[in-house]
């Protein structure tokens, strides 16, 4: 039997490197009508009226009032309407759409249109949401969530404590930047609305247009389409697109296309969460760390969104890959008149991982010892608990990693050089970090009780059904790996097509780096059932997923395994920092990951280089600002990206440590490899720069005012 | 509604600018995005567009004697690839946008734009480069220096057109460039130098120093440079504080969303000062 | 206004009505029904537009029509058909080069036009030949393997025309 590891030909190759993939936009219809969304101009206002111009026929407006069913977009807290009633509460909250056939006279109906607003005071960061005393944007408060929990006794900690190190760290907004842009089609025939286009998770559009639409699930159709990038800026933001096109095709009776363009995408999709993490380690008289208060503060914008859950994210990994027996760790995330804050790669361990891997830097520094020797000390290792008190059951070969690390890279040696050499504008640094695969908590049994089925038929082949979608991250070919494999039949004998809700169950949303090791371990079992039947002819197994035995969570109080299982990895950047612009330059990366098993080492080496360029350029180049509630970089112009010429090839390697729960041993790995770039990219640049470094993207602008300060 | 004019010739060019108010279209990728609408609509362009760029008056691309006469039309490419350029004149176009930018964005284009980061004026203002204006009845010949008035603004007037831009000989052996943009390539800059400089023995025989997107202009400051003239190219660190003095005055950048105007004054400076220390030494 | 408008597209002649200022890209994906060239930025920033244009790499977003008249274009629809694509395809395969697929034409468009002008780039050429396309997916190590890989499996080829 064929290694799994081996790479195989991805199933989506062809038609896309042949320019035949049909994405949403290039859906062509004559009967085709456009969608544009007008928007709020507006930070915080009231809308006191809308004066419409009289419509040519075949051109329709559709505001909230032609919402048949409820007007609240169904995530974890029903705050955001799908279009705005009589208040805004950012700039670019949708209001209205204008649909028709011509797109030039759509642009002049919306020059047409007046929107009177009466301005409200808005909130635009954290600080002024912090300070706010009445006129709050959610619920009567200024968060729309707020978590403690805590481990060990940290009160006893502090009152022994010889010595304590403190930090506090900021990062920036993050744009997904994916290739193609949002974009959806949506029909209605015979009583049924059909949506199509470029989504991460077809049943969260499902059940946003159940609950617009108050239609029955029956009624309501999602297919995915080929999808230019995801990277979490499809997770849920689309459900509200989907809606705007579903409610558009539904008035006009005619099928539409509703396609962002690049400085519409930008203004008003989700983003990253900016963060400000506060940190403070109590150390004994041997020097050891021996307690940690940690407070994480995160920008969520006007709307709820999956600012909790992402928040909880954060706070259960900002303890980082060490064992400290003893923390207390908040977190608040604050409604602001920004943009909605949502999913984003590493769903707030970005943000936790820079923090965490700064601060140890720090305390080393402090204590004269090398960052990663401190690190070293401190590694959780199988049977430890988790900043939960979760038991952490599989092999932890965290010393192994960064071995490897150092060896590949030449950190240690090169660390020393780079010291010595003081003044040099040369550092290089080394992150150490996990991703919890699946979702948080019991999330997966409680909330997302994912469902695969495979169809065998009577030619032997077998057909995936699951909701997973392709979004460049290859689970066509990997989870057609896996069902091949435990069938031990030819992987061309696996159908498996973009997700369509009328023929796959919810296996849940492709988000939380789940897909190979949830979805894909579901189809395992049910592969293995469907093996024990193979002559049967034609049939259908489905397999729901089960909690395990060995994992246990309490939601109310975050006590035990905050997630099914992790993923470890060690990322070193090394860069020089140019002494006249103080651009940074990278010089080198390199990555080390234990993500079990690999399922197809070419997709794991794309997601590992993937995922350091966009770590990296969270990094250091890129810089989105909210001024007055607008962004300030909306195009590709100045929300710069990197290019090929940016950053250098990574060079990585994998531990080879199996999960006994995964399919052939496999973990998650999408979200891992962006974690660790900024982190050791940010220690890089404080050795270089003899500085410290207290925020991400580290701007020639920012290095220049470091420089200044401690001059 | 929007008029598009595709002359065959410089002069019917020269007439249709006589005529009516025109747009002047060479490359486009400048005013493509300008103009630009929602996908799948024409940009909306008001009033005529002229296109010269297939225009042969605009693409020469020579050298008389030491003298290059550049058409206007010519893009950064066909520049970068012309035979016998010379470093000094290729440097900053290396450095320019990206591979499909310089094959459509044109040398007159980016002076026409009269952007404070355009990649190219630093170099022009520079090795003092002067410009054809041409018009139905009349052809003009002014310094870039005196051509482009502020941000966006030039003295072309509505019936010209720029033709040519000559360079005037020189032989420079010590050039030197530096771009800090927002990225490492196809990137605006933030803030740029260009310096020339020629030799007799030790003693600089003419120096050219010009600061790009730190200005609403390029800054360049003859007076400042006639101080150096005939200095021993090791003596030039002791005249760094009066130069520093006497550019920091000139320079007057702006904050925006790329960058801060602290930043790109002193980032022009510090560079000025390595390129006096190390660069010219 | 239209304008009545001649040029050479993926090998055919082809003659059309349109207005002179319309975005070569609107041409392609609206009018011809040819969407393999993708919208990414409408700004010349992203190079998934990017087509071949008397064998020069450029935007479709940023041609607008009436420059095109007697031109040769190229896009991936023609690009598929000739032996450099071939090549360039077998080493994207092998680099592993393809993600989500967005950039792809575009960026296969950036390579021709690259190997083109340096039939033995280095690494760095490639880099640089690539500046103006950009990936969100691979980090464009991959990418640039199967280019520097093309290069050499394909030695020759692109010396002589593409055939279209």
Redesign the interface.
């Known amino acids: 039997m064929r290694n799994i590891s081996e790479a195989i030909k991805r199933f989506d190759f062809d038609e896309k490197i042949e320019g035949r993939a049909q994405y949403a936009a290039d859906l062509k219809d004559r009967q085709m009508l456009y969608v544009k969304t007008l928007r709020s101009e507006k930070a915080r206002a009231k809308i006191m009226s809308i004066k419409y111009p009289p419509l040519s026929p075949g051109y329709f407006i559709v505001d909230y009032r032609d919402i048949p069913g409820e007007n609240r977009l169904p995530l974890v807290f029903e705050d955001q309407p799908f279009l705005a009633v009589d208040r805004v509460n950012y700039i670019g909250e949708p209001i209205l759409l204008v649909v028709g056939p011509v797109k030039k006279k759509i642009l002049a109906i919306m020059q047409e249109i007046r929107v009177d607003y009466q301005e409200l005071t808005p909130i635009l960061n954290i600080a002024e949401a912090r300070q706010r005393q009445e006129d709050f944007i959610f619920e009567g408060k200024s968060c729309f969530v707020e978590y403690e929990y805590e481990k060990g006794d940290i009160t006893e900690v502090k009152k022994k404590a010889w010595r304590v190190v403190e930090d506090e760290f900021r990062t920036g907004y993050q744009e997904q930047a994916y290739l193609e842009t949002q974009a959806i089609v949506a029909a209605v025939e015979d009583q049924r609305i059909t949506v199509c286009g470029s989504i991460q998770c077809p049943y969260y559009i499902k059940e946003a247009l159940r609950q617009a639409l108050g239609w029955p699930e029956e009624r309501i159709r999602v297919k995915q389409l080929p999808t230019g990038g995801g990277f979490g800026g499809k997770e849920e933001f689309p459900s509200l697109v989907a809606v705007h096109a579903a409610l558009a095709a539904l008035k006009a009776h005619k099928p539409v296309q509703l396609v962002y363009d690049r400085q519409e995408d930008i203004s008003c999709s989700t983003k990253r969460h900016p963060a400000v993490i506060r940190l403070k380690s109590y150390l004994d008289d041997r020097q050891r760390i021996t307690g940690r208060e940690i407070e994480v503060m995160t920008d969520a914008g006007a709307y709820a969104g999956l600012s909790s859950v992402v928040l909880q994210r954060m706070i259960f990994s900002v303890g980082g890959v060490y064992n400290i027996e003893n923390l207390k760790i908040r977190g608040q995330a604050y409604a602001t008149n920004n943009v909605v804050s949502g999913a984003f790669r590493g769903f707030g361990g970005p943000q936790a991982f820079f923090a965490m891997e700064m601060h140890m830097e720090n305390i080393a520094r402090a204590l004269h010892m090398e960052a990663l020797a401190l690190k070293r000390g401190y590694f959780l290792r199988k049977g430890d608990t988790s900043t939960t008190g979760g038991k952490l059951q599989s092999d932890i070969k965290l010393a192994e990693i960064v071995e490897k690390i150092d060896k590949i890279s030449g950190y240690s040696r090169k660390r020393r050089d780079y010291d010595a050499a003081d003044g040099g504008f040369r550092g290089i640094g080394c992150s150490v970090f996990f991703h919890g695969c699946g979702f948080t908590g019991s999330g997966e049994q409680e909330i997302i009780k994912p469902k695969v089925r495979l169809r065998k038929y009577r030619d032997n082949t077998v057909q995936i059904c699951v909701s997973s979608s392709e979004i460049g991250q290859g689970c066509l070919t990997t989870l057609r790996k896996i069902v091949a494999q435990v069938l031990e039949i030819p992987v061309e004998q696996v159908q498996y097509d973009y997700p369509d809700s009328d023929i796959c169950p919810d296996s849940g949303p492709t988000v939380a780096s789940r897909t190979v090791m949830i979805v894909g371990k579901l189809l395992y079992d049910c592969a293995r059932k469907v093996k024990a039947r193979w002559q049967e002819g034609e049939f259908t197994v489905d397999q729901a997923y089960v909690y395990p035995g060995h994992l246990q969570w309490d939601n109310e109080h975050f006590r035990g395994n905050a997630y099914p299982e992790y993923s470890w990895g060690a990322n070193v950047v090394e860069v020089a920092v140019d002494p006249l612009t103080y651009e940074v330059k990278v010089l080198g990366t390199w990555a080390v990951y234990d993500i079990g098993t690999p399922i197809d080492e070419k997709i794991v080496k794309g997601q590992i280089d993937g995922g350091m360029a966009q770590g990296l350029g969270y990094g250091c180049l890129e810089v989105l600002e909210s001024h007055g509630g607008r962004l300030r970089q909306n195009n590709f112009t100045n929300y710069a990206i990197p290019t090929a010429v940016d950053f250098p090839a990574t060079e990585s390697g994998l531990i080879d440590n199996p999960y006994e729960y995964g399919p052939f041993g496999a973990r998650g790995l999408g979200e891992l490899s962006l974690v660790g770039a900024a982190p050791a990219l940010a220690a890089a640049v404080q050795q270089a720069i003899g500085r410290r470094v207290r925020q991400i993207p580290l701007t020639p602008e920012y290095i220049m005012e470091l420089m200044d300060d401690e001059d | 509604?929007?008029?598009?004019c595709?002359p065959l010739s410089l002069e019917e060019a020269l007439v249709m600018r006589s005529r009516e108010a025109t747009t002047v279209?060479a490359g486009?990728?400048d005013l493509?995005?300008r103009y630009?609408?929602?996908?799948?609509?024409?940009?909306d362009?008001s009033g005529t567009?002229l296109?010269v760029?297939?225009l042969p008056e605009l693409q020469r691309l020579d050298r008389e004697k030491d003298t290059w006469k550049i058409g206007a039309a010519c893009t950064i490419?066909q520049i970068l690839q012309a035979q016998g350029i010379p470093d000094h004149l290729k440097l900053p176009l290396l450095s320019m946008?990206?591979?499909?930018?310089r094959?459509?964005a044109t040398l007159g284009g980016n002076i026409c734009n009269a952007s404070p980061a355009g990649d190219t004026l630093p170099m022009l203002y520079a090795l003092d480069a002067r410009l054809t204006l041409q018009s139905r009845d009349n052809a003009r010949t002014v310094a870039i220096a005196d051509f482009i008035t502020g941000p966006g603004k030039t003295i072309l007037a509505a019936d010209e057109i720029l033709t040519e831009i000559t360079i005037p000989p020189g032989d420079w052996p010590r050039v030197y460039y530096?771009k800090?943009g927002?990225?490492?390539?196809?990137?605006?800059s933030?803030?740029t130098f260009y310096a020339v400089a020629r030799f007799d023995g030790d003693r600089i025989a003419d120096i050219r120093m010009a600061f790009g997107a730190a200005a609403p202009t390029v800054v360049r400051n003859p007076a400042a440079e006639a101080l150096l003239q005939n200095i021993d190219k090791n003596q030039v660190p002791a005249w760094l504080e009066t130069l520093t003095t006497h550019y920091a005055d000139a320079l007057r950048p702006i904050d925006d969303?790329?960058?801060?105007g602290?930043?790109r004054q002193?980032?022009a400076l510090?560079?000025l000062a390595?390129f006096l220390r190390r660069e010219l030494a | 206004m239209k304008i009545k408008l001649s040029f050479r597209l993926n090998g055919e002649s082809i003659t059309l009505a349109t207005e002179p200022l319309k975005r070569l890209l609107d041409l392609l994906r609206d009018q011809l029904e040819l969407t393999g060239t993708k919208e990414g930025c409408g700004e010349g920033e992203c190079g998934a537009c990017a087509v071949l244009i008397d064998d020069r790499l450029m935007n479709a977003c940023l041609v607008p029509a009436a420059v095109l008249e007697g031109k040769n274009i190229i896009t991936i629809e023609g690009y598929r058909t000739t032996a450099q694509f071939k090549i360039l395809k077998s080493c994207f395969e092998k680099a592993g080069a393809v993600q989500c697929g967005f950039c792809t034409p575009g960026m296969l468009l950036a390579a021709e036009a690259l190997l083109r002008q340096k039939p033995k780039p280095t690494a760095e050429e490639v880099r640089a030949g690539l500046a103006g396309n950009l990936c969100r997916c691979t980090g464009y190590n991959m990418i640039v393997e199967a280019v520097l890989l093309a290069a050499k499996e394909g030695e020759g080829l692109w010396s002589t025309p593409v055939g279209l």
């Open positions: 509604m929007v008029n598009a595709r279209f486009g990728s493509m995005v630009r609408q929602w996908s799948g609509v024409t940009p362009f567009v296109f760029g297939h490419t946008a990206s591979p499909s930018i094959n459509v530096k800090a927002t990225r490492r390539a196809n990137s605006i933030k803030v969303l790329r960058s801060t602290k930043y002193q980032t510090r560079i390595h």
